[in-house]
Structure formats: C-alpha cells, structure tokens
C-alpha cells in the first residue's frame, strides 16, 4: 500500500463516499452482533449498529442512538486490535500478510481471540483489489498501463509468498515457504489475507509517546469512507482504546463515516486500493491522467482541479488540452457506449461492473475538464479567431469528432 498517514486513520475496507460504486463486503449478520459482543467483553464500547446502509445493500455502520460533537461512538480496546508493524518500514500488504499469517503458528493464542474479528471479514468472494485481480478483467480497464501495473503487483505477491524476492533490509518479513507449517497456507490463502490488509489495515501516524504503526482494528474497519465524515479515528491512551470520535452531532440511525484518505478523489486511486468509484459531479481527472503524477504518489490534500484548470490557473492552457486528449482517444469505446453497456445487463459480473463505470467516469473527467480549459482560452481569446482543434494522429473519424 501507498503510504497515506493523515491525523487520523487512513486505511480501512472497502467503502463509499455519496454516491460510489464498490463491493458488497457481506458477512453473516450474526458475526457483527458476536464482534460486538466481544469487544464489550474485553472492555471496548460499541454504539454503532452494523447493517446496510443503502439500498443496494452495502453493509456500514450507523449511530446506535445520538451522539453529540466530542462524543466516543466506537472504543476498541488495545488488546482487540493487531499490530503488524512500523509504519516507517513501508512494508507492502504481501508483506505483512507474512506477517500476520505467522501469528497462526507462533503465537495460536492470539489467532484464536481474534477469531470474531475474522469472522466479521468479507470472504473470498466479495472482496476484490489489485491483488487478487482477475486476469480476464484486465482489458476493460482499456489502459495498458494499469494492466502492467496491476501484473506486477500480482508478480510481487507469488514473489513474497514463494520468497523469491531478495532479502533487503526494508523486507523484514521472510516468506512463509521457509516456515513450519506454511504448506497449510496456499497461494490462494495468501492472496486473500494480502487484500484484506491492503483494504482492511490502518495507519496511525506518531504521537507523542507512540510511533506511526500500521494496525488491524475490529469493527472501525466496518466504518465507510466519507467525503464529509461525521467521525474521527483517533488513538487514547488514557482508555487503551482505539476510537471514533463524533466531529459533529449524529442523529440515531444516521450512517457513520469516516474520511479514509484525500487521495481517493481520485477514481484511480479509489479503484486499486477499494475498489469503489465515486461518481462526483463534477467528475474528477484520476491521479494517472494528471500531468507529471503516478498512481502511487502520495498526496494528502490533492488540489481541486478547477485549483489546476479553471481561468488562469496552472494548466489552463492549449497544451494541457492536447495533452489530455491524447490520452482520450486511446480508449477503443466511448462514454455512451460505456453507459450503454451498464445500462444493458449484460454485465452480470459486479466486479466488472464497477471496472467499466470507473473508465466511463475516467472518459467523462477527461472531456469535461478539456471542454472547460478549452472555453476558458477562448473566452481569453475571444477576438482571435476561432477555435482550432488539433487533429490527433491515430484517432479515428468516430473519436476526432467526440473531440471537436
């Protein structure tokens, strides 16, 4: 995982903002009322209900009852999480998946009281990331780029489950093919426990007597990530407890949110990690398709982009508008045939549905964001002569006249 620390957690499941589209992540429903039940056994404080939260169904969290500003609505205790490691080794979730998995043979006790933890996890099959991607999935991403990108994570992963990798000192963790035991766990059992730390674990940055630690948190990973979130996840020493804080007043069955990361305005980033998409009006340009930005960058308070395109700023300019529609008429479909295709129902696959939405939303932030530096040089320009749309070598007749 990138590494992405604010003031409060950054890291937890699968989730949504307003309006996203994501997995189901489903559990059998007694397994929340057991997670609660044992987080107050051992000392933690539960006053969320875990249910749906729409009417697709996703599963979250809501208010118990009402809470005001400053309010504990979720306390875990400190012996109800799992510490995996610094933050500062930068450890991916392959490696610490290592990590965890050993706790299964060195220390049983400790596997076996987080059992209602794993137990409140979604399953093989409603969890899904760029470790377990599907290799047939690939080409709707319509983006050779992420496709390798994507490859190579998966290569990773078979790397530090065989211990292929080099040992360097930044990979602490040894592969479990050198433990005992270890031939209980498959690669498939890895690649499972890998996507459930890349979407399911924290990082909680260094205070003043505690530094930055990457961690596993019973039920705050239930919490959907908010654009406008109504909790704060913060470390209490005084009670032992990881908690949620209440940064505004809840309303009884109101959903509880949390802001996950800064970064996931961006549908890429979104996708990898969580694979959900947030449908924002307008539509934001994904990391990849910003000038001089990598998917894996991390940025914490990302500029809005009419910060980067509108009148006068930065990038408003003719070269940022051919830039951005090289990228465009790469794809082979356009957005109504993207919007045609989820429209149609033969996307029976969720995760597939989720794929062709993201690159419809990605096409929709490229012309809209092109349109608009395009009307703001012709407003500067007014008097110059008429708009010139530059021909695009390769385009076709179709994709040159979506341009123009």
């Known amino acids: 995982m990138i590494a992405r620390i604010l003031p409060f957690a950054v890291f937890v499941l699968n989730c949504v903002c307003h309006t996203p589209t994501q997995t189901f992540a489903y559990a059998p429903a007694d397994s929340s009322q057991l997670l609660s039940e044992w987080l107050v056994q051992n000392g933690g404080k539960v006053g969320l209900e875990i249910g749906a939260v729409n009417a697709e169904g996703l599963r979250g969290a809501v208010a118990a009852r009402d809470f005001e500003e400053g309010e504990i609505v979720a306390a875990v205790p400190f012996n109800c999480t799992i510490d995996l490691a610094s933050q500062e080794a930068g450890d991916t979730a392959a490696e610490l998946a290592t990590n965890l998995l050993r706790m299964r ?3 049983p006790e400790i596997w076996a009281h987080m059992e209602p933890h794993r137990a409140s996890l979604p399953g093989r099959d409603q969890i899904y990331n760029k470790y377990i991607f599907q290799m047939e999935h690939l080409p709707l991403l319509q983006d050779p780029g992420m496709e390798s990108l994507i490859t190579r994570v998966m290569e990773w992963l078979d790397e530090v489950y065989t211990g292929a990798t080099t040992v360097e000192p930044q990979y602490r963790f040894t592969s479990l093919a050198h433990h005992p035991g270890a031939a209980d766990i498959s690669r498939e059992d890895f690649a499972y426990y890998t996507s459930l730390l890349d979407s399911y674990s924290f990082s909680f940055p260094a205070d003043e007597s505690h530094e930055a630690r990457r961690l596993m948190l019973p039920l705050l990973d239930l919490i959907n990530h908010g654009g406008q979130p ?33 970064s ?18 307008p539509p934001r340009l994904c990391a990849m398709d910003l ?43 356009g957005e109504d045939q993207d919007a045609a295709l989820l429209e149609s129902g033969e996307l029976s696959d969720w995760r ?19 349109q608009g530096v395009q009307a703001a040089l012709e407003e500067a320009a007014q008097h110059t002569g008429p708009r010139v ?16």
């Open 230 to 262: 109504n909790v704060a996840l913060k470390r209490d020493p005084e009670s032992s407890c990881y908690v949620a804080v209440a940064v505004h007043p809840i309303r009884r069955g109101e959903e509880v949110t949390h802001l996950y990361s800064w």
């Open 389 to 404: 749309v530059v021909p695009i070598a390769g385009a076709t007749c179709f994709q040159q006249a979506c341009l123009e």
């Open 264 to 281: 996931l305005e961006r549908n890429d980033k979104a996708l990898l990690n969580y694979f959900f998409v947030q449908d924002a009006e």
């Open 291 to 333: 000038p001089g930005v990598s998917v894996w960058d991390t940025v914490e308070s990302p500029p809005a982009d009419h910060e980067l395109y509108g009148p006068g700023a930065p990038l408003c300019i003719q070269e940022e508008v051919n830039r951005l529609r090289s990228i465009l008429v790469m794809f082979p479909t």
């Open 352 to 370: 597939e549905r989720v794929i062709v939405k993201f690159r419809m939303l990605r096409k929709r932030a490229l012309r809209l964001t092109m």
């Open 105 to 107: 043979f060195e220390d």
